[in-house]
């Protein structure tokens, strides 16, 4: 059985991996933003019964 400071260790918040900010290519980053921007969307639709925030806005729906 493993004792409770190898448990602690490996439960730690900095074991946990994260992506090395300084070495992503540019075209990550775009291909990051696209992708969360097309989720964004996707959860605004579900939400706003198919339209994003900013059609809602463009279309002055709140006024």
Do not use: C
């Not at 992503?24 to 933003?33: A, D, G, I, R």
């Amino acid at each position: 059985m493993k004792n409770s400071q190898e448990l602690n260790k490996k439960s730690h918040p900095n074991n946990v991996p994260t992506l090395p900010q300084k070495s992503m290519s540019p075209e990550t980053v775009v291909e990051m933003k696209y992708l969360a921007r097309g989720w964004l969307d996707q959860f605004e639709k579900q939400v706003f019964e198919g339209k994003t925030i900013d059609e809602l806005l463009n279309t002055r729906i709140y006024d």
